[in-house]
């Protein structure tokens, strides 16, 4: 999900801490996540910029990606991240590899103001991991993080020409309730819009047991 908020920022953290996702039943490997520090920074960098390269290589000129990830996932731009505490981020491990990240910027929706609500900001996934229920897991996760702190919807903004992550969205019981910012990749200027989904206490009591 390409970005053109120029002040990410993620949670600022001690140490790593880890919680284990329960396995997806086709595929028994289990997965550790892992809250980032200082420390991480560049394994963050690596795994932002190696999964924004696999996921946009065909819709984006190289030269546009490699000004997209200079401005956005540089050392420097990711240690401003996580020195806000209104974001949380984490590397997903399998096998000791970072597969994944997952970013969380804990504001309200621009186009539902009035719920307590969090942003999905990142949701990237190496490509070898594509197919395995990775992505679904630290969606569900996400979920999860969202109403342990509080919040009851959880939002994300999305380019109108990916496709792919909008039938995920959709799967994920997401839904479209408006236009989005123009989001900046390079010098391409993209649409985008605005997904949201509420967030049910029901649903957490299961997902903690794994």
Not at 63 to 74: G, L, P
Not at 93 to 100: E, L, N
Request: contains cysteine; glycine residues 6%; positive net charge.
């Amino acid at each position: 999900m390409p970005s053109n908020d120029g002040t990410r920022r993620v949670i600022e953290t001690k140490t790593l801490e880890s919680m284990e996702i329960k396995p997806n039943p086709n595929n028994d490997r289990k997965v550790q996540l892992e809250k980032v520090n200082s420390r991480a920074l560049g394994l963050l960098a690596s795994v932002l910029k190696t999964s924004f390269l696999e996921a946009y290589r065909e819709e984006h000129s190289m030269e546009n990606i490699e000004a997209y990830c200079d401005q956005h996932y540089t050392l420097e731009a990711l240690e401003k991240v996580i020195k806000d505490p209104a974001y949380d981020v984490y590397l997903a491990k399998k096998k000791g590899q970072d597969v994944a990240a997952l970013v969380i910027y804990h504001r309200s929706c621009p186009l539902r103001p009035q719920v307590k609500a969090s942003e999905l900001k990142q949701l990237y996934v190496l490509s070898s991991q594509y197919g395995t229920g990775l992505g679904k897991h630290l969606m569900e996760k996400s979920f999860e993080i969202v109403r342990e702190g509080g919040g009851e919807w959880i939002w994300l903004c999305v380019s109108d020409r990916n496709y792919r992550a909008q039938r995920f969205y959709l799967k994920m019981n997401f839904e479209k309730i408006g236009k989005g910012p123009v989001l900046e990749v390079g010098t391409e200027k993209l649409p985008s819009s605005i997904m949201i989904r509420r967030l049910k206490r029901e649903e957490f009591g299961r997902s903690k047991e794994g």
